[in-house]
């Protein structure tokens, strides 16, 4: 069965630094997705970045960085130049299948929330 | 990004009572949407599938006579939860999309 594991529950980080934050996966199907979503304490789900199994280069998206090793079946976030509106809820989740209907589903981790300190 | 919307935002209602929640594909047509719900610190739990003009699908353990979805066209599913009481309370959110699935801003349900 698939699984999202986020070891970090918290994370604390200067402003203008970078931060790591961890997710690891576990599934058999060998297409799938991972995603990243910041949630804000006013709820709402925001999509930060999308990684495909068979991307042969990390993904990035302006500050945000995945750093994807897939043998080890890790998929983490990289933050850079932390700002203060950083600060939120951050959510792995996978897709498992090849997209498309109900395979669009996702699978959450836990979350890490990171506060970003001035 | 594309744009997926939920209605209303907040809503308290009394126990017993049914509720429904509205999500909204804006600029894009949908035959899929998720319904998933939050409970305080925790993470997003997957509810069911809805499937335009067809039954949605439920996850195990979700009650498909408690939480009814219909998905009437190809920008509307509706989640209703029927003979509400205090533990559903959660935070319910939809997601629409394709390869990367858009989230509606979420709505908030107290049942008193």
């Known amino acids: 069965a698939q699984k999202i594991t986020q070891t970090q529950p918290g994370m604390f980080v200067q402003e203008k630094e970078a931060v790591t934050l961890d997710c690891t996966y576990d599934?058999?199907?060998?297409?799938?997705?991972l995603f990243w979503y910041k949630q804000p304490s006013s709820g709402e789900m925001i999509f930060l970045i999308y990684?495909?199994?068979?991307?042969?280069q990390n993904a990035t998206e302006g500050r945000y960085s995945l750093n994807f090793q897939k043998a080890r079946k890790s998929a983490n976030l990289v933050i850079s130049a932390s700002q203060l509106g950083d600060s939120a809820m951050y959510f792995c989740?996978?897709?498992?299948?090849?997209?498309?209907?109900?395979?669009?589903?996702?699978?959450f981790g836990t979350g890490t929330l990171l506060a970003v300190q001035p | 990004g594309a744009v997926v919307s939920q209605h209303p935002s907040r809503v308290i209602c009394k126990s017993g009572t049914s509720v429904k929640i509205e999500c909204r594909s804006l600029?894009?047509?949908?035959?899929?949407m998720f319904w998933y719900r939050q409970f305080p610190k925790k993470s997003l739990m997957l509810m069911a599938t809805?499937?335009?003009?067809?039954?949605?699908?439920?996850e195990q353990g979700v009650e498909k006579d408690k939480f009814l979805i219909n998905h009437a066209s190809l920008t509307l599913s509706t989640l209703t939860v029927t003979s509400a009481h205090p533990e559903d309370s959660s935070f319910y959110i939809c997601?629409?999309?394709?390869?990367?699935?858009?989230f509606g801003p979420g709505t908030r349900l107290t049942v008193l």
């Open positions: 997601s629409a999309g394709g390869s990367t699935q858009y």
């Open positions: 599934t058999s199907d060998p297409s799938y997705g």
């Open positions: 990684q495909g199994s068979y991307d042969q």
């Open positions: 989740a996978m897709r498992e299948g090849y997209y498309g209907g109900a395979t669009n589903k996702l699978i």
């Open positions: 600029d894009f047509q949908a035959t899929t």
């Open positions: 809805s499937n335009e003009g067809s039954k949605a699908t439920y």
